[in-house]
């Protein structure tokens, strides 16, 4: 924690000029700082908090010095930030109050460093949840535009039930699925005490793990979520000490630990939401991760759940939108069209970051923006223009995807594109000039690691 000599100078300034609609107590920002404060990677969770001088103020102002910022209630006094770039960032907390504003400066910038990628080849272990999300968002289809974009190669493999049901065994970068091939069976439980045996019990599973992939990312199932009582969360975090005590012996391999998904409210308590939401911020905690740099964290519990307010009866639990209308627990087509992308985002970034970043210019590059419209006309037939306005020059992929998730029509893949308007038109064939069939379609823009999704419909 440090003295914010900033804003004690900008203050003692302004009161020296007679300032006399000064409030007499200031909401001033006294002491700020951040952790963890050394050994931080790129999507580490960092957390910015600070303590003001008497008063409350109207409200708080974040910039955490990577080009986002975020606006909280005046009594705020903490905040988390994820970093996905590497580089020098100055956060300032700016305070207002009765129409003035006292910014104050971390003296400390945050140095996030970026992640040893010690291969391309990834293993994606879950169940149903991340079957369907892979599926409905179209997550090999995001690889391999990468791929074709920016030169990688870059495989994603991923492993579902060991047995079961019709979803079981390894499938391929290519989506090719062979339903006896597995890595064993104990892929089949995949909450924390299910992880601690593929890592300590089943040496067969662990081992093909090794030998064939750099990068494991661990899904946690439903039941994870499900936590009864502290003692079961307490064995959880022991069950994921003991696990951390194996990736530690793996250097250079990389584990990006994901969170299950919530739960309905009609199928879980406050009291086991509120836990699995506790042990999901556990996981990701610096008290957890920090001086792991081979173990980084995906909250998809978070991205899926209402926010954790005391207040709200369906707290931690499946936001509305995300929901299916049969109560089913499961994240519906749009969670997964929205989830899917920024888990394929976030991975991309790890191991691609020279694609992303000049961390040269990180600390004061300028966020690239951009606006999809409406395709017009919209529904259409035979064909329909897709446009688009970009605020600075980006690299642009232009995807169509069909209702299941399929990729139809790469439209554009990786063209750089200067500032400004932009528009192309799909006439409703595939990429091998094949009329698709009457439906719906999703157009996806994707602008240096962004992506932003448009809804038509094609009528024959």
């Not at 910039?63 to 020098?88: C, K, N, T």
Request: proline fraction near 7%.
């Amino acid at each position: 924690m440090s003295r914010s000599w900033l804003t004690a100078l900008l203050f003692g300034a302004l009161c020296a000029c007679g300032a006399g609609s000064l409030p007499v107590t200031a909401a001033v920002v006294v002491d700020q700082g951040h952790t963890p404060i050394n050994g931080i990677y790129t999507f580490d969770r960092v957390d910015i908090f600070w303590t003001l001088d008497e008063a409350d103020a109207d409200s708080v102002k974040v910039d955490f010095g990577d080009g986002s910022a975020l606006v909280l209630p005046g009594d705020a006094s903490q905040v988390r930030h994820i970093y996905s770039g590497e580089g020098l960032f100055q956060i300032t907390v700016t305070t207002w109050q009765d129409g003035h504003f006292f910014p104050a400066t971390d003296p400390d910038p945050v140095h996030i460093q970026r992640r040893n990628v010690p291969g391309r080849n990834v293993l994606f272990i879950h169940h149903s949840s991340g079957r369907y999300m892979i599926r409905d968002c179209g997550f090999r289809s995001l690889v391999s535009s990468h791929n074709n974009a920016a030169g990688t190669d870059i495989r994603f493999w991923d492993h579902d039930f060991a047995s079961g049901n019709a979803y079981t065994g390894l499938i391929l970068p290519d989506s090719t699925v062979y339903l006896d091939w597995i890595y064993g069976p104990e892929s089949n439980d995949i909450s924390p005490a299910g992880y601690q045996v593929i890592f300590f019990d089943a040496p067969a599973f662990r081992d093909s793990i090794f030998n064939r992939h750099d990068v494991v990312l661990m899904k946690n199932d439903h039941v994870t979520g499900d936590i009864t009582s502290e003692a079961q969360l307490l064995e959880y975090q022991d069950n994921y000490l003991r696990i951390r005590d194996v990736l530690d012996q793996f250097p250079d391999k990389l584990f990006i630990l994901m969170s299950g998904p919530p739960r309905l409210p009609e199928n879980i308590t406050n009291d086991e939401a509120d836990r699995a939401r506790r042990f999901y911020n556990w996981l990701q905690s610096p008290e957890f991760k920090n001086g792991h740099p081979n173990i980084c964290f995906f909250d998809y519990f978070d991205a899926l759940s209402n926010p954790d307010d005391p207040d709200d009866p369906e707290r931690n639990m499946t936001r509305p939108e995300y929901r299916e209308p049969w109560g089913d627990d499961h994240p519906n087509l749009l969670a997964n069209m929205t989830i899917g992308p920024q888990l394929a985002d976030v991975l991309l970034r790890i191991l691609d970051p020279e694609f992303y970043f000049d961390p040269s210019s990180v600390p004061d590059s300028p966020v690239v923006g951009a606006r999809l419209h409406e395709a017009v006309p919209n529904p259409f037939n035979p064909a329909t223009l897709i446009s688009w306005e970009l605020t600075r020059p980006a690299t642009v992929n232009l995807l169509v995807f069909d209702v299941a998730g399929r990729l139809v029509r790469s439209l554009l893949a990786g063209n750089d594109q200067t500032a400004g308007r932009h528009e192309i038109v799909w006439r409703g064939v595939d990429d091998h000039g094949r009329p698709q069939p009457s439906g719906v379609y999703f157009y996806r823009l994707g602008f240096n690691g962004q992506w932003l999704t448009g809804r038509m419909t094609l009528i024959r």
